[in-house]
């Protein structure tokens, strides 16, 4: 079955895995044993997938079973090279995901570029600094963002402000988060006046306000979420499967509410 | 002066017991853990009683009734500890300070009677060791020295010696005797060795398990203890059980045979007793009371003293020991103890 | 390579191990203080708790307690004009709080084993409870006390969690060696990481190694002699 | 709530801290044999340096040593069968290796503290240097060891990042107590985040006190008489 | 038999002497820190020489020359601790079975075996105890046992009676007495207690300073000690420094008297001693040699004993010590010594 095949209806390869599943493992299921599969994902993906993807897709899928972790994609790439046996891998960025497919433990032929999300400046909900564009950023004394070494959202955030030339500037008064967690924590309580994360992790908390999105063309790439099957997955149709569903209509409505939008619709 | 009347709960056995020291030296004598260190704990304040009063000459330092316990602190009571707890971090000199920082004197006066201190205790010279560097006497002394640096006005001993052997014992007694003479305030010395007792203290009380059993004149007390346990205390080897036999007489059981008394012998008498000093060699054929022939005997020897101990030939039983003089060279095969030397004892 | 980390780690590990010996002393010496078993044991068990914390756990309640909108961070920062998130301080505050416990129960043991009967003749020589405490309680501990210190102090060198939450990692300001050599880590920056970790390792060793050197010489000097 | 991370965190910690136990008492036992001061010294210092290492680092030294193509990783593969990282054992792995100094450091407190001519008496009395180990020295040291195996399972119980380094976050499998904690946390999800801590600080305490109170109750039995 | 020539450098000085124990008791006087305890632990093969030789019977347990170093599990060698050194979670049964490890013999038969060394040793009824919960002399007994029960072909005894008081000190000693009569191989008993010594070894050496100083008969030794050290540590109180005068005739020169001698005064003199108790009152009149006229003394009592302290009246100096039978109760003006009770002492 060839990657292209695979992008048809999330619905048709729900019920054919399902179908597959039944005829393969159908002595295993008489036992009552599931086959399991592992995620990795971005942090940022854990309430999506966790809350309502998983539990979807485990239920039109019986006998399979989802299992995440989610860490920083920078973590979880050194995760998977050094033996994190996942199935399927979603990462915050493509950086990490040209990175393993060069490396082989990726199917390249089966990444997708799922999702894009906004980078956004953020204060916290009472902050009365008065910011209200992206450059503003400036005018804060102290600024949150990911560190670019490690963090995907730092990255962006390092490129966004390079292009806008006051990288330099905003390094000189920033925090460098080891993920996006804290970025915004610090943000939410005041520790720092201003900050840079995805809109999907403004989202979640109230306690912060997105003051702008990063302009127009300051990013030469827009933030991209790329998903692959891990190469030496031992269930690489579930896995596919579960690729498949993640595309589907249904997976990305999910998204939607999450605050990501769909690559395809960009 | 010093009275306490105080009663306390311990793990194995109640501390009960009522006593009073005025001048010179009362001595506590009693076995291992009878609660000979709890009792002066109490008196120092380092322990609480459960009831009782604790009188130092007219201040109250305890009354359970009225709610008084003094601290410690302002008890001016000294305790010497038994292994006299220096402070092992503080050189002789910063040990006796110790003593004297209630007084709120500056330093130089401070200094001063240190330096006044080391000199009536003889620890010149020793000023700026540490306690572990110098000889458990000379520890002795500086203990000593903290407790007259804090102008204390009763001060209680507890085994002062238990920690040096007799190489150094009797010098250091020799030196707390004259320390005993010169001090105006009371004082307690706590033992389980009768020597020292003897030799220190004016009345000695007599303890058992947490309780008093008998207090009296120390000379008194060992010539007539009247109690098993006193008479055990003091260092009298042979103690036998007796029954009654007549006014004058007893049979003693352990050694099974029958003993003429020096005094009546009243109904409350249970024990009868007889140091090894007054166990004496019978003359073969002299007319003596309480002849006893005895088997060949164990034999051990010190410098000037002679050990022997012997069973009763005709019904053996229990050992009797007898001490002499080291001029003395012949075991004898008999016997005698004067009706007078029998020691009389109660339960 | 950035000296900066190497600094305000030095800094931060110096003035936190004061803070941290001080508290987990005195701590411990309330404690110790109790009549009651239970009461010690109680309290043993509450003292000890913040070690089960994960650091960066421990890290969001002191965010969450000295953040500049919540009670005590608010009140620090009207009051005396310090703002304690974000500020060199809030290293020091990570570190005292994570290497706490582990400082209070070495202190809690030393204490314990100092005899009872020094601080009594002290007591009858009319010397005031804080005296007892300075001049014989707290030079009979003192081994114990070190040794404490030396976990507390290795502990609060590397610590990393809270220090992240509460201090940010702003380079030259509150960025602690464990912050440079995990964002190396991360990065995949290992020689740069092999350097920070190495003067991590250094100075840890030495400190340990030194105040080891230190207490065998000093047993040395006061050790009774054996018998 | 999902009850798995309380099974799994109460599972790692008992297993982890028999290996810490064993590790760690080991460990101080070899230093305690050594002869020469100076290399105990060294040895005490060398050891304690895990504790400087940020969590998180060590989780990455530990990945890249027991990563399954890295050669302890690859050999416990190969002549095991047994994959070490990102599995249950993992999470074990973790907390044994962040909680050994501990460990380490208050059994060799514990051993120094046990009168060496308990030792001499046994060897004059034939007995076998393995005799004396755990007839004379290991029972001497109980309650050292008792307590340094507290604050072990403490730090071990808590233990986060090099947990999430090597064992991963895979629910059900290696998601401990204290990376739920950070989830919910990081989710803002404050309330099941609270309930997890309350557990994790729940068991610790249970654990902490229940262990002085036993130490307690021994002490009483065998404890010298005050004298 | 145990033969020892070793020497070891030690903190303040070095251990340097040889020894040798045939069979009975060889006792080792010395004062605290002198290197007792370090020369047993060599023997015993718990410290190591820097130098010499040890042989136990015709084994040779350690030899610096030939790189012999057996350990002290295979010297049979029974170490009894200056504080027992009983292991305290074991009970009283289970520290006697600690000494039959060595020989894998089953439970039963050991079981056997520390059931007769209970009944032995009479502890019976106190098997399942723990030592802390047992009295000095029960835990000495089982220490005792212990290292019967290891098969101990000679016994290192150190200091075994400084934990208890005199009142248990005595009994002690008889037992110990008892228990060297019956055993085979050798005993070296250490102690600073010259009663210890004198009632329980048949030759005694003196140590100082980690060298051997003098080894002889016991009863040699007490009556002639020869050498300063020996007669300061086998009780002898009066001690001074002095000059020859003559054949028959030395000035001390701490009491400022010239003092009549009952031998030859050699050149190597330096001091004699004269024993407390050899020292009498001088009826007024009678022509005695050694007169000394004396200041009003210090004086103290024990039960069977009067101890005086006093001075030359005509030169005042150092104390002089007498010791007498209670019986007497008048204090001297003058004291006078037999020439024959004057020790010469070299230093
Ligand atoms: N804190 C305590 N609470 C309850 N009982 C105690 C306590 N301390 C000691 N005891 C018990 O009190 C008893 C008396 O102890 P104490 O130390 O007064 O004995 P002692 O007569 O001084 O003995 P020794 O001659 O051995 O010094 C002992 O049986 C001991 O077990
Ligand atoms: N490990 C050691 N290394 C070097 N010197 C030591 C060592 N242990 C003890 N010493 C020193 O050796 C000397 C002799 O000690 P030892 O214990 O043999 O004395 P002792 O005669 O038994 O005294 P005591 O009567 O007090 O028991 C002491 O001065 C002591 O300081
Ligand atoms: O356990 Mo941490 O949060 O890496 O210091
Ligand atoms: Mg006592
Ligand atoms: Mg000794």
Redesign the interface.
């Known amino acids: 079955v060839g990657l292209a095949g695979c992008s048809s209806s999330g619905g048709d390869s729900a019920d054919r895995t399902e179908q597959e599943n039944a005829a393969k493992d159908g002595a295993s299921q008489e036992s009552g044993e599931e086959t399991e599969i592992l995620v990795a994902a971005a942090a940022s993906l854990e309430y999506a997938y966790e809350e309502e993807l998983i539990p979807m897709f485990e239920e039109q899928n019986p006998g399979v079973a989802v299992k995440g972790t989610y860490d920083s994609s920078g973590k979880l790439q050194t995760q998977i090279e050094e033996g994190l046996e996942a199935d399927v891998f979603m990462s915050a960025a493509t950086q990490q995901m040209d990175a393993l497919t060069e490396e082989g433990f990726i199917d390249g032929d089966s990444v997708k570029d799922l999702l894009e999300n906004q980078i956004v400046l953020i204060t916290s909900a009472d902050n009365e600094l008065g910011l209200a564009e992206f450059t503003d950023i400036t005018k804060a004394d102290t600024i949150a963002i990911g560190d670019p070494a490690s963090v995907p959202a730092g990255q962006y955030a390092r490129e966004v402000l390079t292009n806008l030339r006051i990288w330099d500037e905003v390094l000189a008064k920033s925090s460098l988060g080891t993920n996006v967690t804290e970025v915004l924590n610090w943000v939410a309580e005041g520790s720092a006046q201003a900050g840079i994360v995805y809109a999907t992790d403004a989202a979640t908390t109230d306690k912060v306000r997105v003051i702008a999105q990063a302009p127009v063309g300051s990013l030469a790439e827009p933030a991209i979420y790329p998903a692959g099957l891990v190469a030496s997955s031992a269930h690489q149709e579930e896995a596919r499967a579960f690729l498949d569903f993640l595309q589907s209509d249904e997976a990305m409505a999910v998204f939607a509410e999450y605050g990501f939008t769909s690559h395809a619709d960009a | 002066m010093l009275r306490a009347d105080i009663s306390k709960k311990l793990k194995n056995f109640d501390l009960d017991l009522r006593f009073e020291a005025e001048g010179g030296c009362l001595g506590i004598l009693g076995?291992?853990?009878c609660g000979k260190?709890m009792t002066l704990?109490a008196v120092?304040?380092?322990v609480r009683p459960d009831r009782g009063q604790i009188r130092r000459d007219d201040r109250v330092l305890f009354d359970s009734g009225r709610g008084i316990d003094l601290?410690?602190?302002?008890?001016?009571?000294?305790?010497l500890?038994?292994?006299y707890?220096?402070?092992?971090?503080?050189t002789v000199a910063q040990n006796i300070e110790?003593?004297l920082?209630?007084s709120r004197q500056d330093r130089s006066a401070r200094r001063e009677r240190v330096e006044k201190l080391i000199r009536r205790f003889r620890l010149e010279g020793l000023e700026n060791q540490?306690p572990?560097h110098i000889?458990?006497g000379q520890q002795q002394r500086t203990a000593l020295a903290?407790?007259f640096?804090?102008d204390?006005k009763c001060i209680l001993l507890d085994?002062p010696f238990?920690a040096m052997?007799?190489?150094l014992r009797?010098e250091m007694?020799?030196e707390l005797?004259?320390m005993i003479r010169e001090f105006e305030g009371c004082m307690v010395l706590v033992?389980?060795?009768?020597?020292?007792i003897?030799?220190l203290c004016g009345r000695t009380m007599i303890m058992e398990k947490g309780r008093d059993v008998i207090c009296d004149q120390t000379q008194v007390l060992?010539d007539q203890p009247r109690k098993l346990a006193a008479a055990r205390?003091?260092?009298c080897k042979n103690i036998s059980r007796v029954q009654k036999a007549g006014d004058f007489q007893v049979y003693a059981d352990d050694w099974n045979v029958m003993l003429r008394t020096g005094t009546k012998v009243s109904d409350t008498v249970t024990h009868v007793g007889i140091r090894a000093?007054d166990i004496l060699p019978a003359a073969r054929g002299e007319d003596v009371p309480n002849r006893i022939r005895v088997l060949p005997a164990?034999k051990?020897?010190?410098?000037?003293e002679w050990?022997l101990?012997f069973q009763n030939r005709d019904h053996p039983g229990a050992g009797i020991w007898m001490k002499s003089d080291r001029s003395q060279h012949q075991i004898p095969d008999e016997v005698t103890v004067d009706p007078s030397k029998i020691l009389l004892l109660e339960e | 390579m950035d000296l900066s980390p190497i600094l305000i780690s030095a800094k931060t590990a110096a003035v936190s191990i004061v803070f941290t010996f001080f508290l987990g002393t005195g701590a411990a010496f309330c404690v110790y203080r109790m009549r009651h078993e239970r009461w010690k044991i109680l309290w043993d068990g509450l003292l000890t708790l913040p070690l089960v914390l994960p650091p960066t756990v421990a890290g969001f309640f002191l965010l969450y307690i000295f953040g500049v909108r919540r009670p005590v961070g608010a009140f620090f920062l009207e009051y005396f004009g310090v703002k304690i998130a974000f500020s060199w301080g809030a290293t020091v505050l990570a570190a005292v709080a994570i290497s706490f416990p582990l400082m209070y129960r070495s202190a809690r043991g030393a204490f314990e084993q100092v005899?009872r009967?020094?601080m009594?003749?002290?007591?009858?020589?009319?010397?005031?409870e804080w005296?007892i405490f300075h001049?014989?309680l707290m030079?009979?501990a003192v081994q114990g006390l070190l040794s404490g210190g030396i976990l507390a102090f290795a502990r609060g060198l590397g610590e990393f969690g809270a220090t992240a939450m509460i201090a940010g990692n702003i380079e030259g300001r509150t960025r602690t060696l464990p912050l440079a050599v995990y964002s190396d880590v991360a990065a995949g920056n290992m020689e740069s990481a092999g350097r920070y970790v190495l003067i991590l390792v250094l100075i840890s060793f030495i400190v340990v190694t030194g105040m080891g050197y230190a207490t065998y010489v000093f047993q040395r000097f006061?050790?009774?002699?054996s018998r």
Not at chain 3, 120 to 128: E, H, K
């Open positions: 076995p291992s853990g260190s704990k120092a304040g380092l601290p410690p602190q302002k008890r001016k009571v000294g305790y500890f038994q292994h707890a220096l402070f092992p971090n503080m110790a003593g920082l209630r540490y572990t000889s458990g903290r407790i640096a804090s204390a085994e238990s052997g007799s190489y009797e007694q020799m005797a004259r033992s389980h060795d009768r020597d020292e003897y030799r060992f205390l003091t260092g000093h164990e051990v020897s010190s410098p000037f050990t101990i | 005899d009967n020094l009594d003749a002290g007591r009858t020589l009319g010397m005031s005296q001049r014989v030079p009979g006061t050790r009774r002699e």
